[in-house]
């Protein structure tokens, strides 16, 4: 069954470790995009990729870094991980640039203690 | 920058009765979506209106979309507790793949 994956759901981590939060689709979207979104609140683009080897960075300033090596993967890389990136994570995937809507992930809920 | 806006933040109603939640945008757009949002979990595509529409339907679901007043609603009708979640509108601009989101409307369905 098409779909996005993201892993792992939960994470609790140390301030000072790096982690790689994992995206996965099965879908063979070009368009991919990780979100920062706080309980209730609205989505934030931290990085999107248009297609392999293609990364950008989106509106919100972020510590973190992408790859995209495979169409079907995204995974999203935390150097140093620090309390204020404690946040929950989506990452979403879309086919047409403008005639399409956005498959999401189930997300990830980070914490840094 | 954020530039959708939703109305109301928080809307809680009884079962079985209609739920109607306003999204304002501010620049030119190709099309409008919405989305649901189980707490703690992704987002899930609900509708898609294009640029050149007025209205359409899905089931229980009803979009307007008003291009000269930058506005669109989504009408939820006959509302039952598993509507019970948040609802994000996000605008699909001309000019790149990306998506506005506004900060989306908490909307609790009472048995």
């Known amino acids: 069954e098409a779909d996005i994956y993201q892993t792992p759901r939960y994470l609790v981590i140390g301030t000072g470790k790096k982690i790689t939060l994992e995206c996965s689709q099965t879908?063979?979207?070009?368009?991919m995009y990780w979100y920062q979104q706080d309980p209730g609140m609205e989505l934030h683009l931290i990085h999107y990729s248009y297609g392999v080897n293609s990364t950008e960075k989106g509106d919100l300033s972020s510590e973190s870094t992408v790859s995209r090596i495979r169409t079907e993967h995204f995974p999203l890389t935390l150097e140093s991980a620090r309390p204020s990136h404690t946040s929950q994570y989506l990452c979403?995937?879309?086919?047409?640039?403008?005639?399409?809507?956005?498959?999401f992930g189930s997300g990830t809920r980070l914490t840094v203690v | 920058s954020q530039q959708g806006e939703e109305d109301p933040q928080a809307l809680s109603i009884q079962e079985g009765e209609n739920a109607t939640m306003n999204c304002s945008y501010k620049?030119?757009?190709?099309?409008l979506q919405w989305y649901r949002q189980n707490s703690g979990r992704g987002l899930v595509h609900l509708i898609l209106?294009?640029?050149n529409e007025r209205e359409k339907h899905s089931g229980r679901l009803r979009v307007t979309l008003d291009t000269s007043k930058k506005s669109s609603s989504l009408l939820i009708t006959a509302s039952r507790a598993a509507d019970t979640a948040s609802y994000f509108c996000a605008a699909g601009m001309d000019s790149n793949y990306q998506l506005i989101w506004g900060a989306g409307t908490k909307l609790i369905i009472k048995p």
């Open positions: 620049t030119s757009i190709n099309n």
């Open positions: 979403a995937s879309s086919e047409y640039g403008l005639g399409g809507g956005y498959t």
């Open positions: 209106i294009r640029s």
């Open positions: 879908m063979g979207h070009d368009k």
